[in-house]
């Protein structure tokens, strides 16, 4: 199995851009969570879905920030527009609903907005 | 809402010794994640801790949940280079998804 795949791994942007971050979940996961970690606030869940539905956004920082999942094989994460305070590392992480919740990580999407 | 605090922060020890990382709990755990981050890269899981008094091993790593169920503890045997990285507990008090995460506890091994 391939693992979570996310794009771009790194992302480079000029403050105000639109930015997408894309994530593909491991197939058969049907949960789907995406985290930004940083240093000063470590890291913190934005927003999951669970059989593409989003289920808690609370976390998503403001309305700059929308996520969408279409399909069980694909989410985005976009931020418009983008501001100096959003660089941090995204990472999109997948689940299979019942059981354990084990999480399992993307290798992150490691965003800079100047 | 529910915080996690680990302790250490960061730690450096020696190659071949012992080690325990500790994380404290503002409420009561449902359940008690343990994840491994290396730099640059996402979150490795490693254990997952429900019932107090339970304790689970993975190789050399032992991760205990006490009795109360607002505290954990990982435990390394005979540190390797392999074992330097970010640990991270993680927690889903309302027995939920959603996780909370402490703030990480870095581990440097020197040869």
């Known amino acids: 199995d391939a693992g979570v795949i996310q794009s771009p791994r790194h992302e480079v942007t000029e403050m105000g851009q639109e930015v997408t971050l894309r994530c593909k979940p491991i197939s058969g996961h049907n949960s789907l969570f995406w985290y930004r970690q940083t240093m000063m606030r470590g890291l913190e869940l934005l927003i999951y879905?669970?059989?593409?539905?989003?289920?808690?956004d609370s976390g998503m920082p403001e309305d700059r920030f929308s996520a969408k999942m279409p399909n069980a094989s694909f989410s985005t994460l976009k931020i418009q527009p983008s501001e100096p305070r959003d660089s941090a590392v995204y990472f999109c992480?997948?689940?299979?609903?019942?059981?354990?919740?084990?999480?399992?990580f993307g290798p992150g999407t490691r965003l800079t907005v100047t | 809402s529910q915080e996690l605090e680990q302790s250490p922060q960061s730690l450096i020890v020696q190659e071949g010794k012992n080690l325990t990382i500790n994380c404290t709990s503002s409420k009561t755990l449902y359940g008690l994640y343990w994840y491994k981050q290396k730099y640059g890269e996402g979150l490795i899981f490693l254990m997952m801790l429900q019932k107090g008094g339970e304790e689970k091993s993975h190789e050399k790593i032992t991760a205990k949940l006490d009795e109360k169920k607002q505290q954990s503890s990982l435990h390394i045997t005979a540190s390797q280079p392999s074992h330097a990285g970010i640990y991270l507990c993680g927690a889903d008090s309302q027995g939920a998804q959603k996780l909370v995460f402490g703030q990480g506890t870095r581990l440097t091994i020197n040869p």
């Open positions: 879905f669970n059989n593409n539905v989003p289920i808690d």
């Open positions: 992480a997948s689940a299979i609903l019942t059981g354990s919740y084990e999480q399992y």
